[in-house]
């Protein structure tokens, strides 16, 4: 596999959790990088993104100032994060990370087709 993502958990309202997406087998330094998530009966929502660097970021309208996502800038790790703050029983969802090789953070229904790498997901449950 070329995205595992681990980090998810069972966690109750106003908590925290910090995602994980461990990439091999392509240039990490050269993919935009997204956190995509889909709730049980619901479209999948771009979460937030990132520039090949990290340089700009993007967040979802429901998600901004709770949610940072962040690059390991190692020479030996390549790992997309995820700090998610402030939880919300709606932030319950399936988190997916996504490489695109091309610039861009995908667009419409955010299907695997619009990526070249999605991983198998991590589940979020945010409940008391």
């Known amino acids: 596999e070329q995205l595992v993502e681990s980090g998810g958990g069972l966690v109750q309202p106003g908590g925290s959790l910090r995602l994980s997406c461990a990439a091999s087998?392509?240039?990490?330094?050269?993919?935009?990088m997204s956190w995509i998530r889909q709730a049980p009966g619901k479209e999948r929502e771009l979460v937030s993104c990132s520039s090949y660097t990290g340089g700009a970021t993007y967040y979802g309208r429901s998600v901004k100032g709770r949610f940072t996502i962040s690059r390991d800038k190692t020479d030996n790790t390549h790992t997309l994060y995820l700090e998610i703050n402030s939880l919300k029983p709606e932030d319950t969802a399936m988190y997916y990370c996504a490489a695109k090789l091309t610039k861009g953070c995908g667009a419409g229904s955010y299907s695997k087709n619009d990526f070249n790498y999605w991983g198998q997901g991590t589940q979020v449950t945010v409940s008391s």
């Open positions: 087998g392509f240039t990490f330094s050269t993919a935009y």
